[in-house]
């Protein structure tokens, strides 16, 4: 409201400066009346969006010029958002934002306003509707008010069907594990979670690695029982998202010796194989999880991405990649709002996100939160083979 009421106040300080001089004594009687001239409207000056075009479809993952034509005072921002809605002053509502712009002048054409919006930026590989506007802020730096509000225009951020379809992850990526099984426990399914998406959703990521989903069971994740099970659990290493276990019998070989007719096995032990018998995935069922298909908003962590990452632990996987090197889901953190769920459908923010100045300082994205992507060996058994 204080906004509004100042809005009028400049357009009245205007609208007087502006007056003829014969207006300023109107109220005076007149000497000798003579026709007014009329005061002409003060509207201030639009702005026009020049691109993209209203509806306009873009590709994922690649950065967009947002541009404006407009001689209105003041600085230009371009914001973006999830919904239509806006507020009294015609924006769009802060609430609803997903990022927020600087544009500068063009420098051949200085009345056209733009901002290129990053391909780092989450909203560009999100696909969905969107909605932007561009409006100006007057006044000092930092106690700035709304100047004049564009309208508000539609754009769609489109994945090719391609770059959706679930299929065998790229053996450049890590190798599969043809035939190997495992049970599923649904018990543990935290309540915000869909226990037959989950299902689906391990079934499928399963496929993808060569691996087999071999029925439900009681048995829990996490505990050496001889079966290997997939399910939510909460005894997690700290950070965690996932973790995959992986229970190994070691055996040694040790040189034995005999002295006077009793033999032993001494000196240095060479490990001769190390055996998994076992393995488990824990998916941290405390975690503000997406369980797709939608993707996860900025507080939330993307569930088939973890599920993808610990499945691949489970085909036999386990290095991990190197966050910035390559598209990978077999990176060891994953951070709020990131996702992989196919070589064409990622955002991994590169470098790792700090936070990226005017954008956060706005306060539309929340604070980025580490989620560890954990694969553990247990030795269970070791043999020795004293030959
Ligand atoms: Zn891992």
Redesign the pocket.
């Known amino acids: 409201m204080a906004r509004q009421r100042h809005r009028i106040l400049l357009l009245l300080a205007l609208a007087v400066a502006l007056a003829p001089p014969g207006r300023a004594l109107a109220a005076d009687p007149p000497a000798a009346p003579g026709p007014l001239t009329p005061v002409p409207p003060v509207a201030p000056a639009p702005l026009t969006p020049v691109a993209p075009a209203d509806g306009a479809r873009l590709d994922a993952g690649w950065s967009v010029r947002f541009q404006v034509q407009t001689t209105a005072p003041g600085d230009v921002r371009v914001i973006i958002s999830r919904a239509s809605a806006t507020d009294a002053d015609g924006l769009l509502l802060q609430g609803d934002a997903v990022d927020l712009g600087y544009a500068s002048p063009n420098r051949l054409a200085p009345s056209i306003y733009e901002w290129a919006a990053p391909a780092g930026d989450a909203f560009l590989h999100r696909p969905g509707t969107y909605y932007w506007q561009a409006f100006t802020v007057v006044g000092p730096t930092g106690a700035g008010r709304l100047g004049v509000a564009g309208p508000v225009q539609a754009f769609d951020v489109a994945l090719p069907a391609s770059a959706r379809a679930r299929g065998r992850i790229p053996r450049a990526i890590g190798r599969a594990r043809d035939g190997a099984s495992f049970e599923l426990n649904l018990r543990g399914v935290p309540a915000a979670i869909d226990p037959p998406r989950f299902a689906r959703l391990v079934g499928i990521t399963a496929r993808r690695w060569g691996l087999r989903r071999h029925g439900t069971t009681s048995a829990v994740p996490g505990v050496r029982d001889g079966r290997s099970v997939v399910g939510f659990g909460t005894r997690l290493k700290s950070g965690a998202l996932g973790e995959?276990l992986e229970y190994v019998l070691r055996t040694y070989r040790q040189r034995r010796t005999c002295y006077a007719g009793i033999c032993s096995a001494a000196g240095p032990r060479t490990l001769v194989s190390s055996r998994v018998v076992e393995r488990d995935v824990v998916i941290d069922s405390r975690v503000a999880w997406e369980e797709g298909p939608e993707y996860p908003s900025g507080d939330q962590y993307d569930l088939e991405t973890v599920l993808i990452?610990?499945l691949g632990?489970f085909a036999g996987n386990r290095r991990?990649a190197t966050r910035c090197d390559q598209s990978s889901p077999?990176i060891?953190t994953i951070f709020n709002g990131e996702w992989w769920r196919t070589p064409g459908d990622a955002f991994v923010v590169c470098p790792t996100p700090q936070g990226t100045g005017q954008v956060s300082a706005a306060g539309l994205r929340p604070a980025r939160r580490a989620g560890r992507?954990?694969?553990r060996q247990i030795v269970v058994g070791e043999l020795v083979r004293a030959e």
């Open positions: 995959e990452h610990e632990h991990h077999m060891d992507l954990v694969t």
